[in-house]
């Protein structure tokens, strides 16, 4: 794995959606970024970039083909999550059980709050595993 792609792999790990704008690298929300992270995208944003417009922010081995199926066949980035409901995911604050996926919010149980439903936006979640 190059920087480009660590830096992108830790990039979604966050939470953080990417998008280029020109030369521009567009990151929300900004808050998830510390300044070790904004060093080394600065360093390599050119290869960034390119990973991005070549590849797509959302890399491959994040996302079974299940997944891509499910968001191509519904036209929905959110759709992806469809084939995760009642499985664990990742969060930016812990893994838990998807319950509901909604185009501006999903629905989790995490792990470590047991008693109450946690709200998160469709691309802060990502899989556990990709099987």
Same mark, same amino acid.
């Given at each position: 794995?190059?920087?480009? =792609? ?13 998008? *280029?704008? /020109?030369?521009? $690298?567009? $990151?929300?929300? &900004? $808050?998830?970024l510390? @300044?070790? %992270? ?5 360093? =390599? ?5 390119? *990973?991005? #417009?070549?590849?797509?922010? @959302?890399?491959? $081995? ?7 199926a499910a968001?191509? &066949?519904? /036209?929905?980035? =959110? ?6 409901? /009642? ?6 604050? /812990?893994?838990?059980?998807?319950? &509901? ?7 989790? %149980? #995490?792990?470590?709050?047991? @008693?109450?439903?946690?709200?998160? &936006?469709?691309?802060?979640i ?6």
């Open positions: 794995m190059n920087a480009a =792609h660590s830096i992108l792999a830790e990039i979604t790990r966050r939470g953080i959606a990417v998008r *280029v704008d /020109g030369k521009t $690298l567009r $990151l929300r929300p &900004r $808050l998830a510390d @300044d070790d %992270l904004v060093g080394r995208i600065k360093e =390599h944003k050119a290869e960034i970039i390119r *990973v991005v #417009l070549t590849e797509g922010s @959302d890399q491959a $081995l994040h996302w079974p083909p299940k997944s891509l968001e191509r &066949r519904f /036209g929905q980035s =959110h759709a992806k999550l469809f084939p995760f409901l /009642g499985r664990k995911v990742r969060t930016p604050t /812990g893994p838990g059980t998807l319950i &509901r996926v909604f185009a501006e919010r999903v629905t989790v %149980l #995490l792990d470590s709050e047991r @008693d109450k439903c946690s709200f998160f &936006r469709p691309e802060q990502e899989p556990v595993s990709t099987e």
